[in-house]
């Protein structure tokens, strides 16, 4: 059973710095989305780490700002989330796509999902 597992977030002042992590069980092999929503808006794709070749890839919102890393020792993926702005709150998940190694049509195609952690950014 693939089983996908968020923590991390939390509270925290504008321009301070927060890591999340993503514990996956179930797979051998996985690439991983994150994601967010903020309340009344759609779900916006994050960041995706490749499986196969560690290739990453950035939304233009986070760009400089959030690093994604894996530890495939550990099954974790890590979202470390820098400068953070207002505009980043949101619940932020992790999922990903059984039986594929890339980020291919990661925002659309992934439906393997964790229940979310919550991340706040005050002023």
């Known amino acids: 059973q693939v089983q996908l597992v968020e923590s991390g977030g939390g509270l925290v002042q504008a321009g301070g710095s927060l890591r999340l992590s993503c514990v996956v069980s179930?797979?051998?092999?996985?690439?991983i989305g994150w994601f967010r929503q903020a309340p009344g808006k759609e779900r916006e794709g994050v960041s995706c780490i490749n499986d196969s070749d560690g290739l990453t890839y950035y939304s233009d919102s986070v760009k400089g700002r959030f690093t994604i890393s894996r530890d495939d020792a550990k099954n974790t993926v890590y979202l470390q989330m820098n400068n953070l702005e207002v505009n980043d709150t949101g619940i932020y998940y992790c999922?990903?796509?059984?039986?594929?190694?890339?980020?291919?049509?990661?925002?659309?195609?992934?439906?393997?999902w964790g229940q979310g952690t919550q991340v706040t950014v005050s002023s």
């Open positions: 179930g797979l051998d092999y996985f690439p």
């Open positions: 999922a990903t796509k059984p039986g594929q190694h890339s980020c291919l049509n990661w925002r659309t195609n992934y439906d393997s």
